[in-house]
C-alpha cells in the first residue's frame, strides 16, 4: 500500500478515526497496530506476513531466553541472527550469489548450473529495514541495554508498526517499546507538527521526485539519450535530488504519522547535501541506517579504537556491508567503495577543514566538492550496471561534447523543480533556516506559515508529477 496512493487515504482515515478507541489499554492498542499494520502489510501479498511473523518469533523468542539463561547466549544470539538473516541473504542475496558463481565456474572452465529458480524469488517489501529492527531488539537485550518484552503483540506492535515498516526510519526497539508502553495524548501542537511533516513528505514526494523521475528514467532508458557532458551532470543532479526527496519524503511523513498516533521516530535525514565533508553527510543521510551499522558493526569490529589503519578497514567494512545492504549488484558495492575511498582520504589529508580555511568562500567550496563527488557516486547506484555506469561517467567527463541542444530538451517542469530545490538549499547552507526572525510577529508568523502548507497542498493536489512506487521499496 503505497502512501501516495488513494487506498492509503482512505486506510490512514478509518485507522485515526477508530485510534482514539484503541489506543486506552496496552492491551487494545498493540492488538489494534497489529492488525491495521498487518492489513497495510499485506496489502501487497498476504504471503509477505508469514515472514514478518516468523522474524518477530525469532527474536522475541530470542529476548525471552536471554531473560531466563545465562548460559549459552552466545549461542542463542548467533542463532537469532543466523535466522533473520537467512530470508533475507534467500530472498534478496540468493539470484546475485548464484549468478556470480557461476561467472567464475565459467571463468575456470568448469561449467554452469541453472538459476532459473532464483526467478520464483520475490523480494518481499521492506524486509531489509524490519530485519534490521529485530535485529537490534535481540543485540541490545543480549548487551543488557533492553529488558526484554513479555507480550507477542507488544513486540509485534513495534516490528511491523505501519507508518516506517517499508522504508524506515529504522527504529531501534530501545527507543520505541517503552513509547508503546504508554497511552500518548495528541495535542494540538502534536497535531499540527504532524501535518507539517506529512505535507512537507509528500511535497517532496510527489512534486519534487515524481516530477524530476521522468527525465531521469527517460536518460537512463535511452529516451532521446544524449552523450553531452552539461546533459548527464544535470541528469544526475536532478537524480541526487530525486532520491534524496523521494526518501526523505517517505521518513517525513512517517514521522508525521508517529505524531498524530503519539510516537516520536527519529529523525532520518537532515540536509545531507549542505555537509562540508563526507563524515558530517553521512551523519545526515539516512541518519538510522548509519547509526544502525556503525553501533552494531563498525563499533564491534573494534571502531576506531583498532589503530589508524586498523580503523580505516573496519571503515572499509561497514560502508561495503552498508552497499550490498542496498541491493545485490556490484553497482551498490561500487557506490559503496567510492564513498570508502572519500572517506578514507578524507581522514588521512584532512581536506574539507583545509579548503574550508582558504578563504571567505572556502566552506561553500567544500560543500560544493562533497555534492559533486557524492553525485558521481551516485552514478554507480542509479545505473542499471557497470557498464552503463562508466558510459555515463564518460559522457559526464567528455568535456569535448557540452552539447547544450541536449540540455534544452530536458523536461522544462523538472528544471523548474530542481531550480526551486537549489534554491532551497542554499537557504539552508547560508543557515538562514537558524534566523530568530524575531521582527516578524507570532501572529504573523502563524498566518505566513499555514498559508505556505496550503500553498504546499495545493501543489501536491495540482502539480504532482506521474505517480511511481517509493525508490528505497526495492531494498
Known sequence: MLFNSLVFLLFGGLFFAVWPLLRGRAGTRWLGLVVFSFVFYGW???????????????NYGAGLLFGRVQKGRKLILVISVVLNLLPLMTFKYLGFAANNVNWLMQVLGIGQFSTAFCGYLILPVGISFYTFQAMSYTIDVYRGELKPTRNVFHFLA?????????????VR?????????QCNKVGAEERWQGLRLIVLGYFKKVVVADTLAPAVNGAFNGAGQSEGMLFWWMIMIMFAYQIYCDFSGYSDIARGLGKWMGYEFPVNFDHPYISR???????????????????YVYIPLGGSRSGRLGSQGNMWVTMLLSGLWHGAAWTFVIWSALHAFYL?????????????????VGPSLATLAVFLLTTIAWVF?????????????????????????????INSDAVNVLLIILARQLYFHFGFDKQQWGWIRPRHKAILEST????????????????????????
Open 44 to 58: 501487497w501479498d498476504w504471503r509477505f506476513l508469514f515472514l514478518i511473523s516468523g522474524t518477530a518469533l525469532v
Open 158 to 170: 513495534y516490528l511491523s508498526m505501519f507508518p516506517q515498516l517499508v522504508a524506515g526510519p529504522i
Open 173 to 181: 526497539a530501545k527507543d520505541l517499546l517503552p513509547q508503546l508502553e
Open 277 to 295: 565533508s563526507f563524515g558530517e553527510f553521512w551523519r545526515r543521510w539516512h541518519i538510522s541506517l548509519s547509526s544502525w551499522f556503525r553501533d
Open 344 to 360: 578514507s582520504v578524507e581522514r588521512v589529508t584532512n581536506w574539507p577543514k583545509r579548503l574550508a580555511k582558504v578563504s571567505v
Open 381 to 409: 547506484f542509479r545505473a542499471d550496471s557497470f557498464g552503463q555506469a562508466v558510459s555515463v561517467l564518460g559522457c559526464m567527463f567528455n568535456f569535448g561534447n557540452l552539447d547544450y541542444h541536449a540540455v534544452s530538451d
Open 452 to 475: 505556505a502548507f496550503a500553498v504546499l497542498i495545493m501543489l501536491c493536489v495540482y502539480m504532482r508529477g506521474p505517480g511511481s512506487a517509493f525508490i528505497y521499496f526495492q531494498f
